[in-house]
Nanobody, 122 residues
Framework: QAQLVESGGGSVQAGGSLTLSCAAS????????MAWFRQAPGKEREFVAT????????YYAESVKGRFTISREDAKNTVYLQMKSLKPEDTAVYYC???????????????WGQGTQVTVSS
């Protein structure tokens, strides 16, 4: 079964930057799209960004557009989320997900990582 492993989370002050990585165990299991979601305490998991394998098509949540950039390195089966101008409201556990289509709903993704904590202090 495909495994997704996130890394790169941590604590940063508002205005700072972090880059998250998500390594997929096997490309064969990752058919079409990769995405990042996040979940803050007491809140539902929300979509952050998605990207299609083999292409450059990306899509972002309005709350992160212009600050976050999703990219992928096919040769390494790795997806990145570069986060800039971080705000306290970006604090959450960030999850990597893989699925058939680059949707914005969690149920559209079949595989999930264990999550990595991002904490932004004011």
């Amino acid at each position: 079964q495909a495994q997704l492993v996130e890394s790169g989370g941590g604590s940063v002050q508002a205005g700072g930057s972090l880059t998250l990585s998500c390594a997929a165990s096997e490309r064969a299991f990752i058919t079409n799209a990769m995405a990042w979601f996040r979940q803050a305490p007491g809140k539902e998991r929300e979509f952050v960004a998605t990207i299609k394998w083999g292409g450059v098509s990306t899509y972002y949540a309005e709350s992160v557009k212009g600050r976050f950039t999703i990219s992928r390195e096919d040769a390494k089966n790795t997806v990145y989320l570069q986060m800039k101008s971080l705000k306290p409201e970006d604090t959450a556990v960030y999850y990597c997900a893989a699925g058939l289509i680059p949707g914005t709903m969690a149920y559209e993704y079949n595989y999930w990582g264990q999550g990595t904590q991002v904490t932004v202090s004011s």
